[in-house]
């Protein structure tokens, strides 16, 4: 396979429909799952020419973990309907790729056991967990000492789902649980027996104060869309904002996260890190998410179809696939580190190209 869009073709004939669809799916019409990958090709870049220098320094540090690249695994749930090694496969991919996975509270494995698998590869893989509050705060303050325990140097608190998306390709399939052997692992054994996934109108920012109270770690909130949400975010102390509209699984009408992500990064101004998730599929994406201000940028759906088409493997090749071509693209623009991906090396295509 020479392209993420290769491997996704793979992944589409191993998987079971309904499985596919799971991953693949959006939000009702799946306009906004559309959309992330669409706004990237309405975008085009100027590359600057003689930049003087024949190695690129690619590296980034998150949070106190040095990724060598600044691509990182965003959160994905039930990584065994698509390879029977699951997230197991996935976490040592990631470490051997060196970058940082986000291990999805959705998981078909325990956080304990990711990290075990990661370390194996790598003793300092960056290891960070992806948690929805629940409204019974002794869930979450179980969930939170277990992600600790686990090693894990951050959380990532998915803050755009007070409901579930509405999902018309499963109830076409009647998909509405796990198959028979599967569970979210990390809900076992919690307070009440077993749970599920809470999602939880009810929950505001006074929720997330008392999460900032209760852990050293650094909180990451992942689900902004509004410059605003981002400001408050940021005077209140979190440590990090991912942009992202949830891979269009949530709420159909938002906008893409590459054009939420320039007033965002605005408006936060380098006090925090600005990471994107959403349409990330070649390495020039990459490119213009950083030259936009993004930190770095996380990919999903392309970790399950590279599990899917290849197990570990598969999932190594994503990402080094990625990493070839960002490398590749930041040479064509002139760059010699991450430095220089600035705002003018982006524009709009067609005839207003030089407007941005």
Known sequence: MISLAELHEVARQ????????????GAADEIALEDNEQAFRRLALLPRILPGSARRDVAVNLLGAWASMPVFVSPTAFHRL??????LATARAVAAARTVL???????????????????????AALWFQLYLQSDTEVTDLLVRRAT??????LVVTVD????????RDRRHGFTDLPEGLAAENMRDLPGGPRNIEMSPVLSWDDLERLRASTSLPLVLKGVLHPEDARLAVERGFDGILVSNHGGRQLDAVPASIDALPR?????????????????????DVVIALALGA?????????????????????????????????HALALCGGRGLADLTKDLVTVRGPEVGKW
């Open 149 to 154: 325990d686990a090693g894990c140097t951050a």
């Open 102 to 124: 986000i291990a999805s509270m959705a998981a078909t494995t325990t956080i304990g056991d990711m990290a075990a698998a990661a370390r194996a590869v790598d003793p300092d």
């Open 82 to 87: 698509a390879h029977s090694d699951g997230e």
């Open 295 to 327: 930190t770095a940028v996380g990919i999903g759906r392309p970790v399950l179809w590279g599990l899917a088409a290849d197990g570990e493997s598969g999932v190594r090749q994503v990402l080094e696939l990625l990493r070839g071509e960002f490398d």
């Open 161 to 168: 789902s007070p409901v579930f998306g509405h999902h018309e």
């Open 264 to 284: 965002i990064a605005e408006v936060v101004g380098g006090r925090v890190p600005v990471l994107l998730d959403g349409g990330v599929r070649r390495g020039t």
């Open 14 to 25: 191993r998987l079971a429909p309904e499985h596919y669809d799971y991953f693949a799916g």
